[in-house]
């Protein structure tokens, strides 16, 4: 994860740009699993070809040495402000298209795959993975699609952001080996973090009652749900809740499994700074040794923050987790 001379490669409404040619001072890229649509900052010289860019610009950027610069965001100029010793540039991501959309349906004996594909409908989409069945889900134009489809990744543990090329990835969490690995005193210039506590997991109690009483009589509700599986509670108090969608003890257990999973990645917590590296991504996976307070073994990259400047160079900062998967 070394580059011997970072560049950016900038297009705005079709013009490619180097960041010399662009006249770039600076560049933010914050990319996340949170939903916030991975927001951007440029800062360039008033004199730059890319100071006349207006709101609404189609916007990408590569990152990289120089001559093979990697795609790491595409998206939109959302806010342009100037003044004398520059000119400030706010993007968000492709996926902003979904939160500027509102919809009313209704599915029946959909996969969540199916749904997603449905309500992203013209916005571009580069994955979307999801085999869980919804007997019945509805959804209402009083909140826009992003909301919906954040509230589907939540009930079946998906990860939603968005791809190099702009597009809504929809998929499970990574599991297994690392995709990276950084070693303490050779790929890490800084470091911080450490073990904590995590919440309480939910338990989840089916909805309806397809489990008991046939596959056919999912529209039938139960008097008295229980949850599908003992609680993943350190104090044996956790809530219960029962979610309207699922109408199986099968649904509602895989759901149970995927919070307590997401709850078990608050066992670590951290940041790490490298090099610029701009193949790393939201949920991947990365492997740190050697560290003097212990090594954390695999970890989750929650959120990936690249910075290029003149005076620092490229720098990429992970915020990560612990995976969770110690859990069942």
Do not use: C
Request: cysteine-free; glycine content about 10%.
């Amino acid at each position: 994860m070394s580059l011997s001379r970072p560049r950016a490669r900038l297009t705005v409404d079709g013009q490619t740009l180097s960041s010399a040619e662009a006249a770039l001072v600076r560049l933010t890229v914050a990319l996340s699993l949170s939903g916030a649509h991975d927001p951007v900052e440029l800062t360039v010289w008033p004199s730059s070809k890319l100071a006349t860019a207006a709101p609404g610009s189609t916007m990408a950027i590569a990152l990289g040495e120089e001559g093979s610069e990697q795609d790491v965001w595409a998206g939109e100029v959302t806010a342009v402000a100037a003044g004398a010793d520059g000119v400030v540039l706010d993007g968000l991501a492709a996926t902003v298209a979904l939160s500027r959309q509102r919809v009313s349906q209704s599915y029946l004996d959909r996969s969540v795959a199916d749904v997603v594909n449905d309500l992203a409908g013209s916005a571009a989409v580069d994955e979307v993975s999801g085999d869980a069945n919804l007997p019945a889900y509805s959804v209402d134009d009083r909140r826009p699609v992003w909301d919906h489809l954040r509230d589907l990744a939540r009930l079946t543990g998906a990860d939603v952001g968005a791809a190099p090329n702009g597009g809504l990835r929809f998929v499970p969490p990574k599991s297994g080996a690392a995709d990276w690995t950084l070693r303490y005193g050779a790929d890490l210039l800084a470091w911080s973090g450490g073990a904590a506590k995590p919440p309480d997991a939910p338990a989840v109690a089916a909805y309806g009652a397809a489990s008991e009483a046939g596959a056919e009589q999912w529209h039938w509700l139960l008097r008295s749900p229980a949850p599908a599986a003992a609680p993943t509670s350190l104090s044996g108090a956790a809530p219960m809740r029962v979610v309207a969608a699922l109408r199986t003890k099968d649904a509602a257990e895989e759901m149970g499994k995927a919070l307590a999973r997401r709850a078990g990645r608050a066992a670590w917590a951290g940041r790490l700074t490298v090099v610029g590296s701009p193949q790393v991504r939201p949920g991947d996976l990365v492997a740190v040794s050697g560290l003097p307070a212990g090594d954390p073994g695999t970890l989750r990259v929650r959120a990936v923050a690249h910075r290029l400047d003149g005076r620092a160079g490229f720098l990429t900062t992970l915020t990560v987790e612990a995976t969770g998967e110690e859990l069942p």
